[in-house]
């Protein structure tokens, strides 16, 4: 079965510096999806950014990418330039498609980000 | 475009009582999925459904618990007999389809067992 692991349970930035999240996963797979999502006090699920695993060009959205290591399960994110908007929770996920026709998010158990002004 | 729509966002429910979520996805999603979150923890899955299909309950507990998606109107979670472990936050995702990595998750309900 899938596992995903996010080490940090709590991190802190400094406003307008930059931090990296941490998230390692197991699979047997060679296809499949990686995912942010941002949880914020208001509990609304947000994307944040996604990567497919074919990809070996690693995703950016704006101020956030990703550094994605396929051989060691890796996929990190990077916050560049942090805003006080960016504190939240930050869940990594896996996407896995079963062959009896089933799909699922697997989730690691989140990393508090605060940001200090 | 209004995304998924999840009601109640806060239930309270005395144990014994029975707790209905609904979930409505967004417009031509045809797919829904429920998660359940326990404090301090990340989503755990629950159930993937299409219209009026249970595609993979293997998340959900084996009893108490049933969800739906009609042909019309939105899924709904049922948990009867509440008690205090069902306590979490819920969340409903829908998507266009399987294999179709655009989820779009509601802001969950949260409930309460006294």
């Known amino acids: 079965a899938q596992t995903v692991t996010q080490s940090q349970p709590e991190m802190s930035v400094q406003e307008a510096e930059t931090v990296t999240l941490s998230c390692t996963y197991d699979t047997s797979e060679s296809d499949y999806y990686l995912f942010w999502y941002k949880q914020p006090p208001s509990r609304q699920m947000i994307l944040v950014i996604r990567?497919?695993?074919?990809?070996?060009q690693n995703a950016t959205e704006n101020r956030f990418s990703v550094n994605f290591q396929k051989a060691a399960k890796s996929f990190s994110l990077k916050i560049s330039d942090s805003q006080l908007g960016d504190a939240a929770m930050y869940f990594c996920?896996?996407?896995?498609?079963?062959?009896?026709?089933?799909?699922?998010?697997?989730f690691g158990k989140g990393t508090k980000l605060t940001v200090n002004p | 475009n209004a995304g998924v729509m999840q009601n109640p966002r806060h239930l309270v429910r005395r144990r014994g009582q029975e707790a209905r979520l609904r979930c409505s996805p967004v417009k031509g999603h045809s797919h829904v999925y429920w998660y359940r979150q326990l404090p301090e923890e990340g989503l755990k899955f629950m159930v993937y459904?299409?219209?009026?299909?249970?595609?993979?309950e293997s998340g959900m507990p084996k009893e108490r618990f049933s969800a739906e998606f009609p042909k019309e109107g939105p899924s709904i979670l049922r948990i009867q007999q509440v008690v205090r472990g069902d306590s979490a936050a819920y969340f409903c995702?829908?998507?266009?389809?399987?294999?179709?990595?655009?989820?779009?998750f509601g802001s969950g309900t949260r409930l309460t067992v006294v």
């Open positions: 996920a896996y996407r896995t498609l079963t062959q009896g026709g089933s799909e699922k998010l697997v």
């Open positions: 990567q497919e695993a074919y990809k070996q």
């Open positions: 459904l299409q219209k009026e299909n249970i595609i993979d």
């Open positions: 995702a829908s998507s266009l389809g399987r294999g179709h990595y655009g989820y779009t």
